[in-house]
Each structure stands twice: as C-alpha cells, then as structure tokens.
C-alpha cells in the first residue's frame, strides 16, 4: 500500500509514502455504531483518494471497538473504489468477519489497485456490507461520504 496508518491512543496517525504525492484529499472520519450481540461494535473509517504522477490510488482506513467476545456478525466486508466522475474504475473487496468476530480492537487498511489517468474528478468511495448475528434479517449496506474531488 501506498500509506499506512497507526492507531495511537485511539487517533488514527497517517504516515507517508516513500515516495512523494502529487496531491492527495481525505473524507472526514465516519462512523458507525452497530447493534450486535453483547456489546455493540464501532466502526471509524477515513476514505482518501490520491495521485503520483499519473497513477492514482484509493484506500480506506479505520479501526473497530468492541468486536470479539462472542459472534458478532455473520457477514462484514468493505468495498473500496477509486472513482472518476462517480463511476467505478477498479476496486476491492476487503473481508473482515474473522477478525472482527475474534478481535476486540484492531485497525485495518483497504486499498484499490492503482489506475493511470489524467484530469480531475477523482475520488474514494467505499460501501460497508454486514449482516448482524442472528437477527434473521440478512444483510444491511452503509454507503459512506466519499472523499473530496481531486
């Protein structure tokens, strides 16, 4: 990945690359607090888009509070996209039902395969999928505020 990110005393501190940004814009943090068995999950999730020459990237970072303990999901992943002009041009599928079920803390990072282009118009965007342990009401979709244009 292009940037990682640390979780220090419960802030989320953005690292660079070894490499240098051309120019680089980030969502607000979001969150999202999710009504599962025993205590209920947060989820915190920054989406950033950015450009290295003409290669540009897409990521989502985050962490989750009080997962584990018992089940908590029977589904959770994330999409992440890089977009131009709201159109999808590469993304990934990020799947984090073991470790959110097993895990009471833990950051995560979710990135798209670079695409080369030019022009503005670029963002991250990201859709969380879950489906909550036993309330027999499949699965729940929490689109997020993409990042700024750049």
């Not at 079920?101 to 969380?128: K, L």
Request: proline share 2%.
């Amino acid at each position: 990945m292009l940037a990682t990110v640390a979780i220090l005393a419960g802030m989320m501190v953005f690292t660079s690359p070894a490499h240098a940004i051309d120019e680089r814009d980030c969502s607000d943090m979001q969150h999202k607090e999710f009504a599962t068995p025993g205590t209920n999950v947060d989820l915190y999730i920054t989406l950033c888009v950015w450009r290295t020459g003409s290669r540009y990237d897409a990521e989502a970072f985050g962490e989750w509070w009080d997962g584990g303990g018992v089940r908590k999901f029977d589904a959770f992943r994330m999409e992440v996209r890089l977009e131009k002009n709201d159109a999808a041009i590469t993304y990934n599928d990020c799947n984090y039902l073991s470790a959110v079920n097993s895990t009471e803390h833990s950051g995560f990072t979710c990135g798209t395969t670079s695409a080369t282009g030019s022009g503005s118009g670029w963002t991250a965007d990201a859709t969380v999928l879950y489906d909550l342990d036993s309330d027999g009401k499949g699965e729940y979709f929490w689109d997020l505020t993409g990042s700024p244009k750049i």
